[in-house]
DNA sequence: CGTGCTTTTGAATAGTATCAAGGCCGGTGG
DNA sequence: CCACCGGCCTTGATACTATTCAAAAGCACG
């Protein structure tokens, strides 16, 4: 697996110098990461950041009462651990949605290569200030919207990250738990909210997994939040 | 008003190079701005970045209900219009709290300079980072709060953003209405907390002004969530 | 010293969380 | 193969929380 030949379109390393692509390839390790396991803990020291070459991952983030939140999920191409740069700790979790591959980028290697690559250095600062302007934007979603419309935002995110199959069901879905974590409610409400669009005709269930026949639909329920 | 001579601690410019810090300090523009006029709309097409020399500033993001959300307080020293950086418009505005004064730099100026000062590009990388981590952070606390948790919460950034006087009363008090477009409620809500932490002795009243006689205190109320 | 705005308060209503019970489903072991 | 178990999902009842509406009081400013 050498950075060099790697496919991975988003990856942010290409835009090193053919130099410190092949420093950073012999450099970086490559790991597998089974379903539901942790690739790293909220609370560790940071020790650099993954890239995930594939697989899906779940971010984490825990509150002292034990209430759990999602603050992200991230598939093939997307990296992980970027929270923690700079700081001692990392501030959330990653939890494997399935069966993953990892590369993974030390600390001291990331600044070197920062400090002498003002292209990727400026790349990723505009990836952080994209990731800001869509934290951001969900925040005030958050702020504004009923529990309800969350709800059908977390779907839409869902739908979006991982796409749909070929019957419009969202690929991988997540437990009714698990949406409930995007959205700081419960999973009966959850529940409710499904049957809900159901009966309005936006979705479909079939055991846990969710159907859009078309997601704008979906989207126009929830169009006054300027959500993206 | 040059860079060179600057006394403001925070702004990122002094990461230049002496030839770029130059360079800047001759292209940037230096504004001003009276109480309650926006120094940039929402939607408006991205120019630059504005730092602020001297000033207390909100920065907000409308829905298309027409609710208003307080995405941020920015005060002296700290910069405003980044997260438009790389995008076309605005993707949120900026109304002066009070009279401020406040530096522009256009974006070609800033784009140029980023690519030739790896340590501002890296130095601003960090910075968005960490905007993000606080960003993230605050998402979760506002997904699991109670309303009245998070007006606790508002009071505090309000008050750790723009300081206490030596009263121990927040200096530049917000509105109702504005410390409820920070949570995303109302005024009365807000009110009837107020009245509830007075009863409790965490806050003091005068007329709109809220006194925190001990910010340990109440940030114990909301300890459960890691929001800092 | 009005006028218009913000703030406060109460009452009615709507929305949400919590508790409890039962159903469904997949996996395990007899 | 089937009974059983444990987890997740669904549903209803209830208690709690928040929003909305309305009205009065307070305040700032011309």
Not at 41 to 46: L, T
Not at 81 to 108: K, T
Not at 144 to 165: D, H, P, S, V
Not at 210 to 222: F, H, S, T
């Amino acid at each position: 697996m050498n950075c060099q030949k790697c496919l991975n379109q988003n990856c942010f390393i290409k835009y090193c110098s053919p130099k410190w692509l092949a420093l950073i390839s012999e450099r970086k390790s490559f790991l597998t990461c089974s379903k539901n396991q942790y690739l790293f803990y909220e609370g560790q020291p940071v020790t650099g950041a993954y890239l995930i070459f594939k697989g899906e991952f779940k971010i984490v983030s825990t509150s002292r009462n034990g209430r759990q939140h999602i603050v992200r999920l991230a598939k093939q191409g997307q990296i992980l651990g970027h929270r923690g740069y700079g700081d001692e700790f990392y501030p959330i979790g990653a939890i494997s949605l399935v069966n993953s591959q990892v590369c993974f980028i030390d600390n001291n290697s990331l600044t070197e290569m920062f400090m002498h690559n003002a292209a990727v250095s400026y790349h990723m600062m505009r990836f952080y200030a994209d990731e800001l302007r869509k934290s951001e934007l969900r925040a005030k979603a958050f702020a504004q919207m009923k529990t309800a419309e969350k709800i059908i935002y977390a779907i839409i995110y869902t739908a979006e990250t991982f796409g749909l199959n070929e019957e419009k069901f969202i690929q991988h879905p997540l437990s009714r738990i698990e949406f409930a974590e995007i959205v700081g409610t419960n999973a009966e409400q959850v529940s409710r909210t499904l049957r809900m669009l159901k009966q309005k005709g936006l979705i479909s269930l079939k055991g846990r997994k969710i159907g859009i026949p078309d997601i704008e639909v979906l989207k126009a329920e929830i169009k006054d939040y300027h959500w993206h």
